[in-house]
């Protein structure tokens, strides 16, 4: 018999699709919603457990969310697939789709490694509710600071161009392995991908609206690869027997992260990030304190 059910996959389905792109932390998420409720779920949804068939399903929300970011930016791949291709056959790197190429490859390798070397040890580690409530106030720390140094350097920008593709293409290469390096501290459960990326590209010049678009675009392929290396878990042992739960909660999974994108994309053109860093402080301090005196 099953330990995972279809309503707790379809939740937490939910959950994921939505705080893989809010600036919030998707495993900071997994792990403390779970102990919060406490019960059933609490022992079924365990992420640091290495027998929990909770793994395996995480894997098929991975792959459901970096589909919903291929949908929706599907002409951003396109071209950037294209780019790389006729970089590498004439040796250049010049046009609009090119550069995003290449800075989507310098922005995802040193997240990519390190994930390789570190992602078991920090989440048998680290992957327990206290931390990661800890590490959330952590985020929405970094949010708002990043949110308030940017403020003082305000002339440090992209210049416009006629798009925001045309204005990402013109980050340095350089500044693009900066910004997609800072992807590395979201191994740590309750530091968001999203969240850490984006500072560090507001951090560099870009605006709100550019460093979103940029940190969803540098997410879709370790996302991607994060879920497919580890596809091999639902055919074996962790995956026996909940082969309907891992649809059903993809399936919300995809359904929210295309939703969760098409809003962000629209709300980071004229807002910032200090609303979920407020969250991340509330609710990371709520937990602590529920976790701790319960």
Request: positive net charge.
């Amino acid at each position: 018999m099953s330990s995972l059910s279809y309503v707790e996959a379809v939740v937490v389905g939910l959950f994921q699709g939505v705080t893989e792109l809010f600036p919030v932390s998707s495993l900071g998420h997994s792990v403390l919603v779970p102990a919060l409720v406490g019960g059933r779920w609490a022992a079924d949804l365990n992420v640091s457990s290495p027998e929990s068939p909770y793994l395996a399903f995480i894997v098929g929300l991975h792959v459901a969310t970096a589909a919903a970011l291929l949908v929706f930016f599907w002409r951003d791949w396109v071209q950037i697939v294209v780019g790389f291709c006729t970089s590498l056959r004439h040796r250049r790197i010049e046009t609009t789709g090119e550069r995003l190429a290449w800075l989507t490859v310098v922005g995802t390798v040193p997240v990519g490694v390190c994930g390789l070397a570190l992602e078991h040890t920090f989440r048998t580690t680290l992957g327990k509710p206290v931390p990661a409530a800890a590490f959330l106030v952590l985020n929405g720390a970094l949010l708002y600071a990043g949110e308030r140094i940017r403020r003082r350097g305000d002339d440090d920008t992209v210049v416009a161009g006629s798009g925001v593709d045309e204005r990402l293409a013109r980050i340095p290469l350089r500044r693009g392995a900066y910004i997609g390096a800072a992807q590395t501290l979201a191994l740590l459960p309750g530091i968001s991908r999203s969240g850490v990326t984006m500072t560090a590209g507001l951090l560099r010049g870009l605006t709100h609206d550019e460093a979103a678009r940029f940190s969803f675009l540098l997410a879709t392929p370790v996302i991607l690869a994060a879920g497919v290396l580890k596809l091999p878990d639902l055919f074996g042992p962790l995956g026996s027997g909940i082969g309907g739960q891992v649809l059903a909660g993809s399936l919300a999974s995809f359904v929210s992260a295309y939703l969760a994108v098409k809003f962000l994309t629209k709300y980071f053109h004229t807002r910032t990030m200090t609303p979920f860093a407020i969250y991340c402080v509330v609710a990371g301090l709520g937990s602590l304190l529920w976790l701790t005196l319960r």
